[in-house]
């Protein structure tokens, strides 16, 4: 990155499954762009207290040509630090955690940068399923409040945004992908180019994130990755085409009891990000 070369900072918020690693790796193979995956994590780097999976790229492991050699400085601007690493100009990040986002804007704004926002949604029994289907033990319902609540705080960080932000349903994302990346561009005031929805042939080098959609890329770009599948997810994804498509697996795999309870805790509040009814 040049000095003094203003730089991008997109931040995807919203709760999470609902489509962040997939859209957090198409803006990221914009011209100039590189996707962090969840930039929090970064405060992981080289802490070996922490769980493997945490703190390495989670396609090439430890050995990682990106996050192997960098190390925060808290002192000075992340995204800048990040920028000059990676030799880009737009970075990308989805974390979720409205702290995180306001702390990174704030930088951003302090150093003359840009800042844009991105509330990602998808419809809640979608959400819900993907969590159930990951975490199976944890009580139905407490999940669903803590979907409604991560959507209620994406919300209120959205509404107090200062600067460029658009909203976008992960549905009409998955199903008209150019249309919403050219949308997203638009407003973030970077470059969209058609190649960007191939996001699999662009090496990432993301932190955190969705094992499934980092497998599509892992499986084109190298026989040797760090990602995984779990037994869940796996037939799913290795007969996926690897391009972008809408998953509504939950239509088919959300038990009738879950359903039902759903729609008694959170159906109301669902209502204007159902899909397909």
């Known amino acids: 990155m040049a000095p003094g070369k203003v730089i991008t900072g997109i931040s995807i918020c919203g709760a999470g499954h609902s489509g962040s690693t997939l859209l957090g790796m198409v803006l990221g193979s914009a011209p100039g762009a590189f996707y962090v995956g969840e930039g929090a994590k970064i405060r992981y780097l080289h802490d070996e207290k922490k769980p493997l999976k945490k703190r390495v790229c989670k396609i090439c492991g430890e050995p990682c040509e990106v996050w192997s050699s960098f190390h925060w400085d808290r002192s000075q601007p992340l995204y800048r630090q990040i920028a000059a690493h990676t030799a880009s100009s737009i970075i990308v990040d989805s974390t979720k955690n409205p702290d995180w986002i ?16 991105v509330l990602l949604l998808r419809d809640g029994r979608a959400v819900i399923n993907s969590r159930l289907r990951k975490y199976p033990d944890r009580d139905p319902e407490q999940q669903i409040l803590d979907w409604m609540a991560q959507v209620d705080r994406s919300e209120a960080l959205f509404s107090g945004f200062e600067g460029p932000k658009i909203r976008i349903r992960y549905e009409e994302f998955a199903s008209d992908p150019e249309t919403a990346a050219r949308q997203i561009c638009d407003v973030a005031g970077i470059e969209f180019q058609p190649e960007m929805l191939d996001f699999a042939a662009r090496p990432h ?7 499934g959609t980092q497998f599509l890329v892992a499986r084109q770009q190298s026989a040797d990755s760090f990602v995984s599948l779990p037994n869940r997810t796996r037939d799913y994804y290795k007969d996926h085409s690897g391009g972008i498509s809408l998953d509504l697996r939950w ?9 039902a309870l759903f729609e008694q805790v959170a159906g109301r509040f669902n209502t204007s990000l159902k899909w397909g009814e």
């Open 102 to 117: 306001e702390a990174r804007t704030d930088e951003l704004k302090a150093t003359g940068d840009r800042a844009a926002l």
């Open 205 to 211: 080098h993301p932190l955190g994130g969705n094992n």
């Open 251 to 259: 239509k088919r795999e959300m038990k009738p009891e879950h359903a």
